[in-house]
């Protein structure tokens, strides 16, 4: 069996008396993209700062493709892709002279996707970095991620000023990467980012990992927002107490002489399926289970102030799901 891509092991770092991640653990699969979400803030950056060996950690252990690290941490750099979020450039050179320079950084002046990558992404290499627009800056950081072909890459807010037509190819060269047996590890604040590519997700919260569940099991225990209009006058405690029904009200029915339910679901629908099947049911609307809204779940009334990384180890911000 292969090692996994990524281990973590009671992972946890410190900045003074200040907890950046505390007590991680995560184990990341070879052949998986796994998407790693939390407000700017929670601690992803840290976390992959102590994978790359950017940052040492006060405690724990993680292994990359089975390798420690940071004792091995070159023979790690040589096998991986990386993005940061941060993504600095030189603003005199091209994003041509980037690209042969960090190909030679990697004893490989020419990367077998190089080409390729540049036509898909329709990267523009021929014109001073300053002169580029975000989204073409962040092509070329994406070019260089995957040019090399790795094992694994690591992707930190990937899709940042990108337009929907290359977040779309984007997407598609994730899906192709693990076809081919490779790994991703997709850290972002963004929902839409990982949502539709990910196999599992963890929600990371002031530094500790709260979650982690494929993106199907997600969506299976997210709250439904059910209407149910009836023909005649309902009495409200017929339906008040029953199991998985929050957030209950019954009021006239603005299209008809009748009343509209309308509640939070979460779980079995069942008993209240059979608690409006005692009354003429004219109408029924159950919304798609929304991922947004669990994830959100996760962040509501986060009080705790302990896990934060000093100022300036991670900006906070606010919480962006779409």
Not at 2 to 28: C, F, H, M, N, Q
Not at 214 to 228: G, K, N, Q
Not at 281 to 305: K, M, N, P, W
Request: glycine share 10%; hydrophobic share 40%; aromatic share 4%.
């Amino acid at each position: 069996m292969p090692p996994a891509a990524i281990e973590i092991r009671s992972l946890t770092k410190r900045y003074g008396t200040v907890r950046g991640i505390d007590d991680i653990d995560l184990l990341v699969q070879p052949g998986e993209i796994f998407g790693f979400l939390g407000p700017n803030g929670a601690g992803k950056t840290t976390t992959i700062r102590v994978l790359l060996d950017e940052l040492r950690p006060t405690s724990g252990r993680a292994t990359v493709l089975g390798l420690d690290s940071h004792d091995d941490a070159t023979a790690v750099h040589r096998r991986i892709g990386y993005l940061p979020g941060d993504l600095a450039l030189y603003d005199r050179l091209t994003g041509a002279a980037h690209l042969d320079w960090l190909g030679r950084l990697r004893g490989d002046p020419h990367p077998v996707d190089r080409d390729r990558l540049v036509e898909r992404f329709e990267v523009e290499l021929d014109r001073p970095i300053r002169e580029l627009s975000k989204g073409n800056r962040q092509k070329v950081g994406l070019v260089q991620a995957f040019m090399h072909r790795p094992e694994l890459v690591i992707l930190d807010e990937p899709t940042s000023g990108l337009d929907p037509l290359m977040q779309d190819e984007f997407q598609q060269l994730l899906r192709e990467l693990v076809d081919e047996g490779r790994t991703v590890f997709l850290s972002s604040h963004s929902l839409d980012e990982v949502q539709h590519v990910a196999d599992r997700v963890g929600i990371i919260r002031s530094g500790r990992l709260v979650t982690v569940q494929t993106v199907d099991d997600l969506e299976a225990a997210a709250v439904h927002r059910v209407e149910i209009r009836f023909a005649e006058v309902v009495d409200q405690a017929a339906f008040v107490g029953l199991p998985g029904v929050r957030d209950l009200e019954i009021d006239d029915d603005p299209a008809g002489s009748g009343s509209r339910l309308r509640c939070s679901l979460s779980g079995d629908p069942d008993l209240l399926v059979k608690a409006a099947a005692a009354h003429t049911v004219t109408d029924l609307v159950s919304q798609h289970a929304d991922l947004e809204e669990i994830f959100l779940t996760f962040y509501r009334g986060d009080s705790d102030e302990s896990v934060r990384p000093e100022a300036g180890a991670e900006r906070e911000e606010g919480l962006h799901v779409g």
